[in-house]
C-alpha cells in the first residue's frame, strides 16, 4: 500500500495517498460476479461459498448475479464459440475498474478440448483481456486464492484512480515473475497452518530434501 | 420432399395473442442465470405470471467432446469422461471402462469391483450433498448451502488423499484403479459415514419440514409415470415419477448383486417426491457404503500393464449404468484400431432436462427455478 | 433370452440380425422402420432409450441406431436403419416417444440427417448459421486445431 505512484508534474502528495487508500480499498472489496461454465466453477463454489475455504477472510467473498455490481470477473470453465458472445457482454456490463481471473486450463489455452474440438475456444483472451490466470484443471481452491491475492496485490501497486485503465502485463498465478516456488510454498504454509490443517507442501519438502522418508506426500510415497 | 428445418428466429415469431386473448411474451432466463446452475439458456413464453412454454437453447457449453474422443485412445478417452458430469466423475470413469474392459475382454477380480461399487457409493452421496446444498440455495435458504458443502468437503479430502484430485477424478481405469486405496481411506470414511448418518436427519429437520419449502414444492411440477418414460427421464426423476427403475437393482454391475438395498420411489411425482426420493437415497448409500468398507477383499488393484496399448476388435459396443442423476451410457463403435470410431454418449441430464417442457406450462414463473432445481443437471453433460 | 425377434423378422424384407452379442441389434430397412417400432412398443419397449448415428463414408451411407429398452423385461434391443448419406431423410418418432423429438435434432445438428414429420428441427448445440455437420468424417473447419500442425 505504500508504493507511491510515479511522480509527474501536478501529482501532489495528498492525491497520491488518497489513491493508495482507494486502490487499498478497491484490492480488499472484490465482488466477484457469480459465473461458471463447468467443471471449474464448482470449485471455485467451494472456494467462494463454502464455510471449510471461507472466501471471507481475503475480501472477497460478496459474489452477485448481476454483472452491473460486480467488478471481478472469475472465468471458470470451458468457454465455447457460441458462450464468447454472451461473455463479452457481460464483460462490458461490469463498471469499471474491473479485472479479470481465469481459472482453469480450458480459459487458458483450451485444456483438454484444445486439439480436434470445433467449437471449443483456446484461451479466453481471444474475447476479453486477463489480468491473472490461474493454471489446474481444475484449480484448488487455494490455488485461487493465491489467484486473488495475486490480483489484490497488483490493484494496490498499479490501478490508482487515474488509471483504472492501467494494466501491466497478465500474470500466471502459479508462478508470478519474481516470484520464486520456494515463497509460494511458504505462503502456502501460513495459510495451511492458518487453518491448522495438516500441511501437504511441508511434507512434500521434506519428501524432496530426503528421499528416503515415506508415505510423506499423500497419496504418493507409500506406491513407490 | 425433404422436410423443413427451422431456427430460434423462426420460433419467436409465433403468434402472439392467439386467439386475441392477453398478450403473451419471451423471457430469457439464462445462460447466465444462478439457479440455472451454468449456462443453461431457457426461453420462457409467459402470460402474466404464467408459463405457457418454456423452450431450452442449447450449446453453450457444447465442447465437441464426441468428436475429440475419435481421436483419443481409450485411456485418454476415461479423463475426458469426468469432465462431462463432473459430480459424477467416477460413475463415467466406470462407464467407459466397462464397455472397454467388455469389448477387450479384460476380467477384473472381487477387490476392484467392491472398491468400485463403493466409490460409486460415495460419490452419490458427495453429489447428493451438493444438491442439497444448492437446492436449498435456489428456494432462498442460505444455510442448507452451508451445511451441505460443509459435508462433501470432508469427502472430496477423503477422495483427493487417494486419487489425488479433488473434483474431476480419475480412479476408475480400463482393467482396474489408478491406485491401491490410501492408508488412511478406511478408517476416514468410517469417521465420516458415522458423522453423516446424524447429518442427513439433521438436514431433514432443517428443510424438509419447512413449511416455505414444502409450500414451494408439494404438487408443484408433477409428471406421471409414463410421461416421464416417454421423455426419457431416468434416475432419481424416473423414480419420483413411480416407476422403480434402477438399474443397480434390474441389471446389477459391480458387487450390487449382493447388496441388500431399497429403491426409494414416489408417488406423484412432484418436486416434493424428488426431493424426497434423494434424501432417501442418500440414507440407502450410507447404509451401502457401511457395509462395503467393512467388506473390501483382498487382491491386485491393477490387472493389465497400465501403459499397455488397448485394441479393440470391430463392433458396436454399449454399456450404461446409474450415475447419481441418472442413466449414463456409453456406445462404442470400433474398428479395430486403438481409436474409436464413433464414440457416444447417453447423456442423463439432456433426457431429464426435456421434463422441463412438460412440467412447466401452466406453473408460476417463480416454480420453475424450484423445478429446475428439482431435477438436478448439470449442463456440460447435456452439451457435450 | 426368448427367440421372438426371430419370429418377427422373419416376414420382413430386408431384416437382418446382426451378429452383436449384447444389446441384441436388428438392421431394418428403412420403409419397414414406422411399422417395426411401432410393434416393438407395443411389445413392451417403453422407453427409447438413446438416438445416435454412425457416419461410414467409404460405404456411401449414415447409419441410424435407437436403442430401446423395456422396463418390464429388462431387455435391451438396438434397432439400426441406413441412410444414404446424401440425401438422409428419416421418419421421425416422435409420435411414439416424445423424447425423439430432441434425440432427432441432436442428430440433425451433428451429421445432417433429416427427419419428416418433425415438428420443430432445429439445430440442438450449435447456432443457427453454423456450415457442415461436425460429427460426419468429411467434416473440415479451419478453426480446428491439430497436434503436430501449427
Ligand atoms: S480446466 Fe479442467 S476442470 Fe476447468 S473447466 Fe476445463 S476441463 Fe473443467
Redesign the interface.
Known amino acids: 500500500m505504500a508504493v507511491g505512484h510515479a511522480e509527474g508534474p501536478g501529482q501532489n502528495l495528498l492525491l497520491t495517498r488518497l489513491e493508495d487508500v482507494i486502490s487499498w480499498a478497491r484490492s480488499n472489496s472484490l465482488w466477484p460476479l457469480t459465473f461458471g461454465t463447468s467443471c471449474c466453477a464448482i470449485e471455485m463454489m467451494m472456494a467462494s461459498g463454502a464455510s471449510h475455504h471461507d472466501l471471507a477472510r481475503f475480501g472477497a467473498e460478496v459474489t452477485r448475479p448481476s454483472p452491473r455490481q460486480a467488478d471481478l470477473l472469475i472465468v471458470a470453465g470451458t468457454i465455447v464459440k457460441r458462450m464468447a458472445q454472451p461473455l463479452r457482454t457481460l464483460y462490458e456490463q461490469m463498471p469499471e475498474p474491473r479485472y479479470v481471473i481465469a481459472t482453469g486450463a480450458c480459459v487458458i489455452s483450451g485444456g483438454p478440448f484444445i486439439y480436434h474440438s470445433y467449437s471449443s475456444l483456446r484461451g479466453v483472451d481471444d474475447v476479453i483481456p486477463v489480468d491473472v490466470y490461474v493454471p489446474g484443471c481444475p484449480p484448488r481452491p487455494e490455488g485461487l486464492f493465491y489467484g486473488i491475492l495475486t490480483l489484490q496485490r497488483m490493484i494496490r501497486e498499479r490501478a490508482g484512480l487515474k488509471h483504472p485503465e492501467e494494466r501491466r502485463a497478465p500474470v500466471t498465478a502459479a508462478l508470478p515473475e519474481g516470484i520464486t516456488k520456494q515463497e509460494i510454498q511458504a505462503e502456502m504454509l501460513e495459510l495451511f497452518e492458518a487453518q491448522g490443517r495438516r500441511n501437504v507442501h511441508e511434507e512434500y519438502r521434506r519428501t524432496v530434501s530426503d528421499p528416503g522418508a515415506k508415505g510423506a506426500y499423500p497419496g504418493r510415497g507409500e506406491r513407490g | ?9 423462426d ?1 419467436l415469431r409465433t403468434d402472439f395473442a392467439p386467439g386475441g386473448g392477453t398478450q403473451e411474451y419471451f423471457v430469457n432466463m439464462g ?4 439457479a440455472t446452475h ?2 443453461l439458456r431457457l426461453l420462457l413464453k409467459l402470460d402474466g405470471e404464467t408459463l405457457r412454454q418454456v423452450i431450452p437453447v ?11 474422443c ?2 483419443q485412445t481409450y485411456r485418454q478417452i476415461v ?2 469422461s469426468d ?1 462431462l458430469d ?2 459424477s466423475a467416477l460413475a463415467n470413469n466406470w462407464c467407459v471402462t466397462r464397455v472397454v474392459e467388455r469389448a477387450a475382454g479384460i476380467e477384473t477380480n472381487e477387490r476392484i469391483e467392491t472398491i468400485r461399487t463403493l466409490m460409486a457409493e460415495l460419490e452419490r452421496l458427495q453429489s447428493h450433498t ?1 444438491w442439497w446444498g444448492v437446492f436449498g440455495m435456489d428456494l432462498g435458504a442460505f444455510t442448507p ?2 451445511h451441505g ?2 459435508d ?2 470432508e469427502l ?1 479430502q477423503i477422495f ?5 484430485a ?3 477424478m480419475n480412479y476408475i481405469q480400463p482393467g482396474g484403479l489408478l ?2 486405496l ?2 488412511d481411506f478406511a478408517p476416514r470414511v468410517r469417521a465420516w459415514l458415522k458423522d453423516f448418518g446424524t447429518k442427513v436427519d439433521e438436514y431433514d429437520r432443517m428443510l424438509s419440514g419447512n413449511l416455505i419449502a414444502q409450500k414451494r414444492l408439494v404438487d408443484i411440477g408433477a409428471l406421471s409415470g409414463d410421461e416421464a ?4 427421464a431416468t434416475g432419481p426423476v424416473l423414480r419420483a415419477s413411480g ?1 422403480p ?1 434402477d438399474l443397480r437393482r ?2 446389477p454391475y459391480g458387487v450390487y448383486d449382493q447388496l441388500d438395498f431399497v429403491v426409494p420411489v414416489g408417488e406423484k411425482g412432484d418436486c416434493w417426491d424428488r426431493y424426497w426420493v434423494r434424501i432417501e437415497e442418500m440414507r440407502q448409500s450410507l447404509a451401502l457404503c457401511e457395509t462395503l468398507i467393512e467388506n473390501i477383499p483382498e487382491g491386485k488393484t491393477m490387472l493389465v500393464k497400465p501403459a499397455a496399448k488397448i485394441r479393440l476388435p470391430e ?2 459396443f ?1 454399456e ?1 449404468l446409474e450415475t447419481p442423476r441418472g ?1 449414463f ?1 456409453v ?1 462404442l ?1 470400433s474398428r479395430g484400431k486403438d481409436m474409436p ?2 464414440f ?1 454418449f ?1 447423456s442423463p441430464n ?2 431429464n432436462l ?1 421434463c422441463i417442457t ?1 412440467i412447466a406450462p401452466g406453473a408460476r414463473v417463480a416454480d420453475i427455478v424450484a423445478m429446475l432445481a428439482g431435477l438436478d443437471l448439470i ?2 453433460d447435456m ?1 457435450r | 433370452m426368448s427367440d421372438w425377434l426371430e419370429d418377427f423378422i422373419a416376414g420382413k424384407e430386408g431384416a437382418e440380425l446382426l451378429a452383436d452379442d449384447r444389446p441384441r441389434s436388428l438392421l431394418l430397412p428403412l420403409p419397414a422402420l414406422i411399422g417395426s417400432m411401432q410393434a416393438l412398443k407395443a411389445q413392451g419397449f417403453d422407453m427409447l432409450n438413446d438416438h445416435m448415428a454412425v457416419d461410414n463414408p467409404e460405404g456411401e451411407h449414415i447409419r441410424l441406431l435407437w436403442l430401446l429398452c423395456s422396463t418390464e423385461s429388462g431387455e435391451l434391443l438396438r434397432v439400426c436403419c441406413d441412410l444414404p448419406r446424401q440425401q438422409p431423410v428419416a421418419p421421425s418418432l416422435n409420435a411414439l416417444w416424445p423424447v425423439a423429438e430432441w434425440q432427432e435434432r441432436e442428430v440433425y445438428d451433428l451429421f445432417g440427417v433429416l427427419y419428416s414429420g418433425h415438428p420443430d428441427l432445429r439445430r440442438l448445440f450449435l447456432e443457427d448459421d453454423w456450415e457442415g455437420w461436425p460429427l460426419r468424417k468429411d467434416y473440415e473447419d479451419s478453426f480446428i486445431l491439430e497436434p503436430g500442425k501449427p
Not at chain 2, 1 to 9: A, F, H, R, V
Not at chain 2, 31 to 34: E, M
Open positions: 420432399m425433404t422436410p423443413k428445418t427451422l431456427t430460434l428466429q420460433l445462460p447466465q442465470h444462478p451454468g449456462v442449447l450449446g453453450y457449453i457444447h465442447r465437441g467432446i464426441e468428436k475429440i475419435e481421436h479423463h475426458l469432465r463432473y459430480l451438493l448451502f452451508l458443502f460443509r462433501r468437503e472430496t483427493e488423499d487417494t486419487i489425488g479433488r473434483l474431476t491406485h491401491d490410501h492408508k418414460l416417454g421423455l426419457g416407476v427403475w434390474v441389471r463392433g458396436t454399449y450404461e442413466i451410457g456406445h463403435h470410431w464413433r457416444h447417453r439432456l433426457h426435456w412438460k449442463v456440460p452439451d
